[in-house]
């Protein structure tokens, strides 16, 4: 039972590249979440969705872009990265009004 | 007021100590609570719920106080593995994001 996959696990970019980080579960929550870690700021919300084919912002959205086509994917897009997008980044699932499951996380370093 | 609030610590205790941790939570209304724990470079991990009533699980209760608005975790007979960050989250409504507190750093030592 995979849980929740993110992918890449790793990834440095540089200055106004773009990429896109996967979010697979297998657990057929309904929602989904990305967030962003840094130091001593805890967890931020960037993006949540409460279904299949609905997105909506989250505490820190600017310079992200997200998509939901399929239920057990959550796609975290960077159209022109900037180093302040530095960062450790979580998905996460769950259902409605439980606890949630965390990937393992992305760790992205833009230069 | 911040939504969710936490003693960042770090709390350094020997083992066996008992120690515990308090969040603050600024809406009222929220609907569910839970601890999470989070090791150096790791995702976070749910550590247990929080119901009105109060629950245990082993070493660790967990208290809901809804008139103060406050979330405690207790910790008895520490660990050198209870070393981590324990994150203190709140379900401000059914259907929203949790919010996470910043979290609480402890060290257990031998």
């Known amino acids: 039972n995979a849980g929740v996959t993110q992918t890449p696990k790793f990834r440095v970019l540089k200055t106004g590249q773009s990429m896109t980080l996967l979010c697979a579960q297998d657990?057929?929550?309904?929602?989904m979440y990305w967030y962003r870690q840094d130091p001593g700021m805890g967890l931020r919300l960037i993006h949540y969705?409460?279904?299949?084919?609905?997105?909506a912002k989250g505490e820190v959205p600017d310079g992200y872009n997200v998509s939901r086509l399929k239920k057990q994917n959550f796609l975290l897009g960077l159209e022109s990265a900037a180093p302040s997008q530095t960062s450790v980044y979580f998905c996460?699932?769950?259902?409605?009004?439980?606890?949630?499951?965390f990937g393992s996380g992305t760790r992205l370093t833009v230069v | 007021r911040k939504e969710v609030e936490q003693d960042p610590g770090p709390f350094n205790v020997p083992e066996g100590a008992t120690v515990a941790f308090n969040c603050t939570y600024s809406?009222?209304?929220?609907?569910?609570f839970f601890w999470y724990r989070q090791d150096c470079r790791k995702e976070p991990k749910l550590l247990m719920s929080?119901?009105?009533s109060g629950n245990e699980d082993g070493r660790f209760t967990a208290q809901l106080n809804r008139a103060s608005q406050y979330i405690s975790l207790l910790i008895r007979d520490s660990k050198l593995s209870d070393s981590a960050t324990y994150l203190c989250?709140?379900?401000?409504?059914?259907?929203?994001?949790?919010?996470f507190g910043k979290g609480t750093t402890l060290s257990v030592s031998s």
């Open positions: 996460a699932s769950s259902a409605r009004g439980h606890g949630y499951t």
């Open positions: 657990m057929n929550h309904e929602y």
């Open positions: 969705s409460v279904g299949e084919g609905t997105t």
């Open positions: 809406n009222s209304a929220s609907q569910s």
């Open positions: 929080v119901y009105s």
């Open positions: 989250v709140v379900n401000p409504q059914a259907g929203t994001a949790l919010i």
